[in-house]
Each structure stands twice: as C-alpha cells, then as structure tokens.
C-alpha cells in the first residue's frame, strides 16, 4: 500500500525566505505528483504536476523536483510572502490505476510566513 | 466557469438518516472522486467514476454509495449515517485522469451526531 509522507509537518519562517517543503513516498510506481494548496475552510488548488517521466515543474515562484527512483519530491518556494501561508499537500496516482483511479494523499505541511 | 461545485457546503445529520451530497462540473471531464479529509489521517478516496454509467471503489468505500448518471454530476449516499462518518467531503475532477491535474471543490462538512 502506497504511504506518502511530509516533512516537516509545520514550518513558521520570516517573509522573504526561501524554503524546501518535503515529500516522500514507499512506492516508486506512480503515474504522477501533484503538489496542492489549500487555505483553511477551502478546497484544494492544484500547483504543480509532474508527470512520472519528468524531473521537475516549475510556474512562478515554485518549483517542483521529483526523483522516481528514491522516492522524494520537494516543493520549492522562492521568496516567501505572507500570501503563501496555507497547508501543502502532496499526492502521487498510482501506475497501475493509470493516473485515474485517484490519488494518495500525505498529510500536508502547515506553513506560516511571517511578516 | 463555476468548476467544480459541491452541495450542500454545511449538513447536520443524526445517527441513522440518510443524505445525498451533489457534485457538480461543468469542465467536461470524464473523471471524478469523492475523497473525505479527517483530522490526522489526510484525505482517503471513498469512490471514483471514470465516465457516465461509472463507478468504483476507493479506499474506504464502507457506508457510502455513489451515481454517475449524468457526466457533469456525482453523487454520494449516505444511506444510514453515523458519527464515524463526520468528516469534510470534497469532490474533484479531471480531463484525463492521471495526465492533467485535478480541480477540487469547495468542501461539504458533515457533522452526524
């Protein structure tokens, strides 16, 4: 059974910081990552996407990596800013379910940008 | 473009009654899940339909039922509710399951006492 785990589970850092938000998982057959946002009350809003061939994805300030063969993919904010506070989460869709059959959820990175 | 919409956002149930959450989209996409978020334990696939006409089990599938008669729409059933089924229930969907990303919806609290 897949299990997708986050580190840390909470990070309170000063606005402007650059910061690396971890992701592992025991299973290294999946079909994709996604990494999303979700602000207290609300859904969740996808950030990125890496497809299992790829490395990494970027848009913005973020940056996504992924290594397939140990398991890990982080999660890059550059500059911070207060905006940015909210729980990440990261989930990988199974190879053998082609993407489709849903995803496996971590438990989130609470992250707190002071200002 | 509303996306994906969940009905109703807020629901008060007692132990044993039943209810139906709503998802709507109105993306045109073939696939959709219903996942619960709880405290401590992240979010878990309770089912999925990769297509009008079709449904199938996720990880806790336990207690809850689900139609996909119509391709915009995704409905899940409670059919007797009880407290361990308190939880946020969001609904999202894809194009194309694995190779684009998935939109969520707003979120249904449920609380059953």
């Known amino acids: 059974k897949q299990e997708v785990t986050q580190i840390p589970a909470a990070l309170s850092v000063p606005e402007g910081e650059n910061l690396v938000l971890n992701c592992s998982f025991t299973d290294s057959a999946i079909y994709n990552l996604q990494w999303f946002r979700q602000d207290p009350g609300k859904g969740l809003t996808s950030l990125l996407l890496i497809q299992s061939s790829q490395r990494e994805q970027t848009s913005g300030r973020l940056n996504a990596s992924l290594d397939k063969s140990s398991g890990r993919s982080t999660l890059y904010i550059a500059a911070s800013q207060p905006g940015d506070s909210a729980t990440y989460l990261c989930?990988?869709?199974?190879?053998?379910?082609?993407?489709?059959?849903?995803?496996?959820f971590g438990k989130g990175t609470h992250l707190i940008i002071q200002p | 473009n509303a996306g994906v919409t969940q009905t109703p956002k807020f629901r008060v149930l007692k132990t044993g009654q039943s209810m139906t959450l709503l998802c709507a989209q109105d993306m045109n996409h073939e696939y959709m899940y219903w996942y619960r978020q709880d405290p401590g334990m992240g979010l878990r696939l309770i089912h999925y339909?990769?297509?009008?006409?079709?449904?199938a089990k996720g990880e806790v599938p336990d207690g809850y039922n689900v139609s996909r008669l119509k391709k915009q729409n995704f409905l899940l059933g409670l059919e007797s509710a009880a407290p361990s089924q308190t939880s946020v229930y969001f609904c999202?969907?894809?194009?194309?399951?694995?190779?684009?990303?998935?939109?969520f919806g707003q979120g249904t609290r449920l609380t059953v006492v």
């Open positions: 999202a969907s894809s194009y194309t399951g694995g190779l684009t990303e998935a939109f």
């Open positions: 339909s990769v297509g009008e006409g079709t449904t």
């Open positions: 989930a990988v869709g199974r190879t053998s379910g082609g993407g489709a059959d849903g995803l496996t």
